[in-house]
């Protein structure tokens, strides 16, 4: 069965499957899809803490063991509705226009696509589409699969592609997200009494501190990665008093810092030197990692992207992934048309010639892994 790729991207940039939402509308239309293209398909649903329902999606088509997977995400940043249409998908200029046309409902596209042009009777080894939720927010959607799936574990794929935007170049590692939240209370009082603590007042030590550790990261190369453009770890921090007015002293203050792990790199060490600088002003502290992806260059998988795509060499990205919770279950390479540049913009679009040459792209690696 053939797919118009480029219809089936606007069919599905055109249902609203924003993080915040549901995506059970979008995953109707895409397990319909997969069904009518000859995929076995097993349906995951959680309820996130908002109460909206949330869905993933495991393909199959063929048997056997050892097989290969195509991985991508439903779910989309929100559609900045006040600044152009985002859910009314254009094609204009050679480019496909609307939210999630590039991160990442065109790379969905493709791999139906590619998997829909595949004979079941000829597949040695079986071929995987999976296609989670919420990853731009919490990752849970993926970890449901890797945990719960019987389709995924039970023939679980030996390779697998994850289709982010990569402008069709193989990735072999990206960067991991990590969090710290410190958090100061004092006591809320008008001004004129003088007997409120300003929350601001005692998180500025620590703040200052941090200032200093910010400049230390951008400059020490024990906290770096030269295989990543750029090699440092993005170091960064925001804060929340809770738009207290100047009036009133603030009850809390609360100071987020996030970071981006490497592979190899003092990740560690980075939450470690800010919880010590957070106790010792008496401020409340957590923190957690999310681990970084890393597969060796030289990888199965990895030249089979080359080879695919005819690359001369593999990649890194400082943006993460699904890779980070598939990784312990299978060798992946990222890879898949667009640019990242283009992703969660007012405007986000796709270039419609990549899109279609990212379908011959996973039909060679299905060709290549499965036959």
Not at 263 to 292: C, F, H, Q, W
Request: net charge negative; glycine share 10%; charged share 25%.
């Amino acid at each position: 069965m053939g797919l118009d790729t480029i219809q089936l991207t606007k069919d599905i940039v055109a249902i609203n499957s924003v993080s915040q939402r549901s995506n059970a509308a979008v995953s109707d239309l895409l397990e319909d899809t997969l069904k009518q293209c000859a995929f076995e398909v097993e349906r995951l649903e959680f309820v996130d803490d908002n109460g909206e329902r949330k869905v993933s999606l495991v393909g199959k088509k063929g048997e056997g063991a050892d097989g290969f997977g195509l991985f991508s995400h439903s779910d989309t940043v929100p559609g900045m509705e006040g600044d152009w249409n985002p859910f009314d998908p254009v094609v204009e200029d050679g480019r496909l226009i609307g939210r999630g046309s590039c991160d990442m409902k065109g790379p969905i596209a493709a791999t139906i696509a590619a998997g829909a042009e595949i004979d079941a009777a000829k597949l040695q080894k079986p071929l995987f589409i999976v296609i989670t939720s919420d990853e731009e927010i919490s990752g849970l959607g993926a970890r449901q699969v890797a945990e719960e799936s019987t389709l995924f574990n039970a023939e679980r794929p030996k390779h697998g592609v994850i289709a982010e935007p990569t402008r069709l170049s193989p990735v072999y590692a990206h960067k991991g997200g990590g969090r710290v939240i410190v958090t100061a209370h004092g006591r809320a009082a008008h001004t004129s009494t003088d007997k409120g603590i300003s929350a601001n007042f005692l998180i500025a030590p620590f703040l200052a501190e941090m200032a200093e550790l910010a400049t230390l990261f951008k400059t020490d190369e024990s906290f770096m990665n030269r295989e990543f453009n750029p090699p440092t770890n993005g170091f960064n921090m925001i804060l929340d008093d809770g738009g207290c007015k100047p009036n009133i002293s603030a009850a809390k203050t609360v100071c987020t810092l996030s970071f981006r792990p490497m592979p190899n790199d003092r990740s560690d060490d980075v939450i470690a030197m800010v919880t010590e600088r957070a106790e010792k002003y008496g401020l409340e502290i957590s923190s957690r990692k999310g681990t970084p992806f890393y597969i060796s260059p030289d990888a199965e998988i990895v030249q089979a992207g080359l080879k695919a795509t005819g690359a001369a060499k593999a990649g890194t990205v400082p943006f993460g992934t699904d890779a980070a919770t598939f990784k312990d279950y299978l060798q992946l390479v990222i890879l898949g048309p667009g640019n990242i540049a283009q992703a969660h913009t007012v405007g986000e679009w796709i270039e419609v010639a990549q899109l279609v040459e990212s379908v011959d792209v996973y039909k060679r690696m299905i060709e290549m892994l499965c036959m």
